[in-house]
């Protein structure tokens, strides 16, 4: 099946923070791989507050009503918590399809990208403008901010242009390549 529908389990109480970071990394992992992923923990914290039984318990339920919905349960991390448990008996009996994903598989893949920034100034007969150097439609991309430094001096070095300059500088997580999924 392709771009299957992901529930995204993975520990929030305890140093939320760093938790929620994980879970955004394990769905940018899981977009990485052609699914689409939910992780409510990410979501209904905004809404309920975990610290109050009733609501906590309102959001375990839509939880585990998107579970249903979903193709796939990934259980992320190196630890299951009281409320990835809770996620893993329901989609037993639901007979879901379980993946672990270890920590280090997922922050592995998340490995930095670096580009290019295009400067066009002010000075310039079409104004200023500011974008990514892309090859093929596709913003170009660097493993290292020191290989995209190397080839941005060999563009300024070649510009006849005064009013183009090019930097090096980390890509966003927006820029990734990833395995075909596009915005239309």
């Given at each position: 099946m392709k771009n299957k529908m992901v529930y995204i389990a993975s520990p929030y109480a305890g140093e939320?923070?760093?938790?929620?970071?994980?879970?955004?990394?394990?769905c940018l992992y899981a977009i990485q791989l052609d699914c689409t992923p939910l992780a409510v923990h990410l979501l209904y914290p905004q809404l309920l507050d975990d610290s109050d039984p009733a609501q906590r318990e309102a959001g375990v339920r839509m939880g585990l009503r998107v579970l249903?919905?979903?193709?796939?349960?990934?259980?992320?991390?190196?630890?299951?918590?009281?409320?990835?448990?809770?996620?893993?008996?329901?989609?037993?009996?639901?007979?879901?399809?379980?993946?672990?994903?270890?920590?280090?598989k997922i922050l592995g893949a998340a490995k930095k990208k670096?580009?290019?920034?295009?400067?066009?100034?002010?000075?310039?007969?079409?104004?200023?403008a500011e974008a990514w150097l892309k090859d093929?439609?596709?913003?170009?991309?660097f493993d290292t901010l020191e290989e995209a430094d190397g080839h941005a001096q060999y563009l300024n070095a070649g510009c006849?242009?005064?009013?183009?300059?090019?930097y090096a500088k980390e890509a966003e997580p927006e820029l990734a390549p990833h395995t075909g999924m596009k915005l239309v």
């Open positions: 939320v923070e760093e938790n929620i970071r994980f879970a955004k990394a394990a249903e919905a979903c193709d796939e349960l990934w259980l992320c991390g190196d630890r299951v918590s009281p409320g990835m448990t809770t996620e893993q008996a329901a989609a037993k009996r639901l007979d879901k399809p379980i993946r672990t994903i270890p920590r280090s670096f580009g290019i920034w295009a400067v066009r100034c002010a000075a310039s007969v079409y104004g200023a093929g439609g596709r913003p170009l991309l006849a242009s005064t009013n183009i300059h090019y």
